[in-house]
């Protein structure tokens, strides 16, 4: 047996797994221009005709803000070990730098008090994608200034917290920041150049050793420091040496390119030729910045929803007859600049963003990543978003997303018995919320939120999740 014990023929979970829900400032707040919040690129993009589903903005999201006491105790009667949430940039430090709003330092106060009065520990990510647009207007993540900035910011917030949160994640998934948001224009702020990804992608790490030197300097071993990043399971379409290429170009790109600079202190050489004509691209880089971003982290923080296939583009169509279906990026793409096609499993069982579901992807990259890097992880967003509504009894029955969750945590435990050291796991998410370029249009919650009224109902699947932590462990059959 192992170090966790069957539970009525069930699997189990070390004593001291974490079991917690996440959420980001800007998707669940709301408050959106009060108490000396300012604007951010989210707000602006929003704003911005096309950009986003409907026109919709997170204006008034969940109304977290407002809503906070009642918020932490849905939390407590969840029975949450942990909870992740993300700190408005704006709305601390307005400009970006400089002037400290205290109105909105002390949210944030009572937020962590009231967490630890009910026995959550509270996770603060810094950076959950909401620039203030004062530092955007000054070049963004495409000039050093904003990871100045960022180490600045991160000073603030721990001089005022540190003394009652023990875990840091600096950054969340850089690699949508810098590849969604500066080379495909689909999230803020909009700009469709590759060499200002990679830029921006670099100045995100500097940024992120910013906030490691600000944590350790300000906290000393009071604090655990990571980052938390969406890693890839990436999986060529076939053997062919081509479909073999181009996946490992995507993984350069989704994973490599974060885990050799932050672990080995190294940009893959690969990926360096591969990205030499993207100006500016690596050019940004300084000496002495690879050494700062490799400096030690405490863990790693995995986010993980589906795993991709990938061929070369020549060969899409032909996957086909391997049950495959995708089609050639379109030229001056993303993927056609790794000269690369994602692909799709016919008859594939999806969630309604259309994302494949395949908890043998979680199993595979938590092996892969556990057994490459020297810190425990955290599986520190996973869920799905599915068609949930409330029936005419008021009941939201979420069977999808429990089983969903369900076998993704199962995956996570064989990847523990393959010698993981894995230390928690974290459902996306808390609530349904503003899901980016969706607007409100796609529910990932535990807990349903009426946005018309913000009326909280807890769904099947909340039920499901607190029976779950407080066996600490899953029941014997899956699903």
């Not at 950076?127 to 603030?156: C, I, K, N, Q």
């Not at 992880?377 to 799905?384: D, F, K, M």
């Not at 974290?426 to 503003?434: K, P, Q, V």
Request: glycine letters at 12%.
């Amino acid at each position: 047996m192992s170090d966790a014990q069957a539970i009525d023929d069930g699997v189990g979970f070390p004593e001291g797994f974490l079991w917690g829900a996440a959420t980001a400032s800007y998707q669940v707040e709301g408050a959106a221009g009060e108490d000396g919040r300012s604007e951010s690129i989210w707000d602006r993009f929003c704003r911005e005709p096309g950009r986003v589903l409907h026109g919709d903005t997170g204006d008034v999201a969940c109304d977290h803000y407002h809503r906070l006491e009642e918020d932490l105790d849905l939390m407590a009667g969840l029975g949450l070990g942990a909870y992740r949430f993300s700190v408005a940039w704006p709305r601390v430090v307005p400009e970006g730098r400089g002037r400290v709003n205290a109105a909105g330092l002390d949210f944030y106060r009572r937020l962590v008090s009231g967490l630890r009065e009910r026995g959550i520990v509270p996770v603060v990510t810094l950076y959950h994608w909401d620039l203030p647009v004062a530092l955007d207007d000054e070049g963004g993540w495409l000039s050093r200034g904003t990871a100045d900035a960022f180490g600045e910011y991160t000073r603030v917030v721990a001089g005022e917290l540190g003394d009652a949160v023990g875990k840091w994640i600096t950054l969340n998934e850089p690699w949508c920041s810098a590849w969604l948001g500066y080379a495909m224009g689909v999230h803020a702020p909009g700009h469709e150049d590759l060499g200002e990804a990679l830029a921006a992608h670099h100045h995100l790490l500097v940024a992120h050793a910013s906030a490691v030197s600000a944590l350790r300097s300000e906290l000393g071993e009071r604090a655990e420091v990571g980052i938390t990043l969406n890693l890839g399971a990436i999986r060529p379409a076939s053997d062919h040496p081509d479909d073999v290429a181009a996946a490992r170009r995507v993984d350069g790109n989704h994973n490599r390119i974060f885990l050799d600079p932050l672990f080995a202190g190294r940009y893959p050489e690969d990926m360096v030729e591969l990205m030499a004509s993207w100006r500016p691209g690596l050019t940004v880089v300084r000496d002495g910045d690879l050494e700062a971003i490799s400096a030690p982290l405490d863990f790693l923080g995995i986010n993980f929803y589906s795993p991709a296939t990938v061929s070369a583009p020549e060969r899409a169509t032909a996957s086909v007859d391997a049950g495959l279906i995708g089609s050639t990026p379109e030229a001056g793409s993303f993927g056609a600049a790794h000269r690369a096609a994602t692909l799709s499993r016919i008859g594939a069982k999806r969630t309604a963003m259309g994302w494949e579901v395949d908890p043998s992807g979680l199993e595979e990259l938590l092996v892969r990543v556990g057994r490459e890097v020297p810190v425990p992880l955290y599986v520190t967003e996973n869920g799905a978003a599915c068609e949930d509504y409330r029936d005419p009894s008021g009941a939201v029955r979420d069977t999808e997303r429990i089983e969903y969750l369900d076998s993704h945590l199962r995956a996570a435990r064989r990847a523990m018995d393959a010698g993981v050291d894995l230390r928690g796991y974290f459902a996306w998410s808390l609530m349904d919320n503003f899901e980016w370029a969706l607007g409100y249009s796609k529910r990932f919650g535990l807990v349903f939120v009426d946005y018309p009224t913000g009326e909280r109902t807890l769904k099947q699947s909340a039920a499901w999740y607190r029976e779950v932590i407080g066996r600490n462990g899953l029941p014997g059959a899956a699903g």
